[in-house]
């Protein structure tokens, strides 16, 4: 499969505390180009070997694919979670002008 330079990425977050601090750091290191968030989304999942349901907020962010590891590390250090939700999906197709975009306001 080829590999795509483009990458959305997605985190939960417990609350608006937590996703201002991350999405300041991200933003102002140039880690990501732009985040969109999505509130009151319902989350379930397993934890400590039972069920758990809990209302948090999708973090969506743009950034190229060579920023993942930091932008990881960095939310780890930000995140309260043990285990932070941290997923990247590869951008294939998009408009040029919008890659640019990401190009320009990315280290």
Do not use: G
Not at 50 to 79: D, G, P, S, V, Y
């Amino acid at each position: 499969m080829k590999s795509s330079k483009y990458l959305l990425v997605f985190v939960t977050s417990p609350d608006e505390k937590t996703t201002q601090k991350i999405l300041k750091t991200l933003l102002k290191e140039k880690i990501i180009s732009s985040a969109q968030i999505s509130q009151s989304i319902k989350s379930y999942y397993w934890w400590n070997n039972k069920i758990e349901k809990k209302t948090e907020t999708l973090i969506t962010m743009t950034t190229l694919e060579k920023n993942f590891k930091i932008l990881e590390e960095q939310i780890r250090l930000l995140h309260p979670y043990k285990i932070p939700q941290i997923i990247s999906v590869s951008i294939f197709n998009a408009n040029k002008d919008y890659l640019k975009w990401i190009n320009q306001y990315c280290n």
